[in-house]
């Protein structure tokens, strides 16, 4: 089942009812689910190799934490922070400032940014050991399976 676009996220604590949060494809609903985006949210930067290192640290702690109070909404907005890290430092290694696109709609033409790469190559470490940890995708299967 895909993230469920329809709820009402102003209102709702995914920590208080996690039986609402779908895990969706990849990083939907990032924005969105509370109190997790609140959390995480003002750790999550790219800008340097130095910023996305303690960000993407400080982001898999958090993810550790959420782990520790079995809680598996948090982990899994962690990892959709620490993806969300590694897919928008790619976009910043490819196009400067960040835009694929020119103002006719045309896809620009890339320029490789080696120090976002560094950047995204930081956050891809960390959002790949917690996309494989075990107690992760079983918690993540419970889930899926009880909630949809």
Known sequence: MGFD???DFEKIDFREKPELYRVGRGE??????EPYKGEILPHWRFKTPEIARESSEKIYEM????KKQDD?????MA??????????ARRY???KGGRKYDED????ERQIDQ?????????????????????YLEKKKVHQKKYG
């Open 5 to 7: 676009y329809s709820l």
């Open 28 to 33: 939907q609903g990032v924005l969105l689910v």
């Open 63 to 66: 993810y550790l934490e959420y």
């Open 72 to 76: 598996f909404v948090g982990m899994d």
């Open 79 to 88: 990892r959709k922070f620490l993806q969300m890290g590694y897919t928008r």
């Open 93 to 95: 290694t490819n196009y």
């Open 105 to 108: 709609g045309n896809v620009k």
């Open 115 to 135: 120090e976002k790469a560094e950047s995204a190559a930081i956050f891809e470490t960390l959002w790949k050991k917690v996309r494989t940890d075990e107690e």
